[in-house]
């Protein structure tokens, strides 16, 4: 699906604006007066009111060029921003998506060219599809939209904004494909190869394998890999588009291609969702995707840890030891607390290298975080409170949401370990996501950071928006490059 824009509509189906109580946006308006009334009299027959995020599909009257025309709610003109723009027009892009109508002419009545790009953003976002391992899907099921063209008062204006915007989708349909992914095709070796592919964008790329991170002392990282016969590996991703000198800004991401559990074996109802483990990692492939694609001025460094959690004649044991890049020693208490432990070494790694200005991980590490927050806000935990308020921020502005829990020094004591520096669990079943934020910040340095656990986020099989497909959300581009561009951009 391709997104154009246009000053005047020239598709087989109009989408148009009304708010709240039924009333017309200015485009809506004109097809009213067109049509005799057509429009009002359709509502009137409905359960259509204009809420945010409601849509009615009606024919299209005589006098209208289109066939279809479908009305989409922003409920109250004074809250309609960039976050209810974007879903309404995904539900009407979703509305038409299998149809047969082929292109969307989408009317914008607001003259930001923001509020423009984020009605693609959510068109796009609709209209995602993983459909490359289907060999038998009928012509009658494929989508028929091809086009949606935005209708927008100022569309230059609007095609300019979208160029940042169109690679912030491009990250988002990234990062998804990545989860979406089968484990058996997007292996660590694969993966690396195909974050590879993003030199042409401009990134500088870098594939540390098991020797190279045996040299550098991850015996953390190691541990997790060596059940599995796929050779782990660290990719370092590169963006350099700040100031010469000024210090990157730093995102690492888990990437367990799979999680069987290890020795400490997953049950198996559900164990598929685990080629998902590496949900972090692709919303930091795919930050890094549009941040280059959009030129972002600032230094920006992606540091993914690419690992399969296997078990095997050679897995870890709980029980284990292992010493970590820092030095630091680990108790292996369960081997499928191993998100942190893969962590702690792309962590140490990432503070040693580059002396970041922050530090900001993502990791679908806790089921706990699923209990806390469901699936509706990922959960943040930091040592600085500058930071945090700033994500939260970013959340807001790009309806992915965060949610901050504590951490300190009462939840530190959690992980201490018997025989070893620290174990890998914390105290039973209580504060589980707490006990992977104090686990990580160990391996931080004391640099600022944040952690943000995705479990629940970056997975979500049955969401009622009508931006995210089933599954892989492509959670974390939005809010982290909202988050870059609102704060570390001059
Ligand atoms: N990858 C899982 C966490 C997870 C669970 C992600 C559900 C998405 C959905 C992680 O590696 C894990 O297994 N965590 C354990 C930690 C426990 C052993 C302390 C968990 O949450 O049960
Ligand atoms: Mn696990
Ligand atoms: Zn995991």
Redesign the pocket.
Known sequence: MQIKFSSKPSGDALAVAVYEKASLSPSAKALEEASGGSLTRAIKASRFTGDAGQVLEIAAPADVKAARIVLFGLGSKKTANGNVYEKAVAAAAKQLLLGGTQVLSVHIDAEDGELASRAALGATMAAYRFDQYRTKLKADKKPSLTTVEIVAVDDKAAKKAWKSWESVAEGVKLARDLVMEPPNILHPEEYAKRISKLEKEGLEVEILGESQMKKLGMGSLLGVSQGSVREAQLVIMRWNGGKEGDKPLAFVGKG?TF?T?GI?L?PGAGME??K??MGGSAAVVGLMRALAGRKAKANVVGVVALVE?MPDGNAQRPGDVVTSMSGQTIEIL?T????RLVLADALWYTQEKFDPAFIIDLA?????V?VALGHEHAAIFSNDDKLADRLYAAGKASDEGVWRLPIGPEYDRHIDSDIADMK???QGRNA?SI??AVFLQRFVNGKPWVHMDI??T??YAGSKDPRLPAFGTGYGVRVLDRFVRDFYES
């Open positions: 367990l999680d559990g400490s997953k969702e685990m998902g483990d959690n369960n499928d607390a191993e998100g679908t590490l806790t089921g706990a699923l890998n669990l914390g589980g006990a992977g479990a629940g970056a997975m």
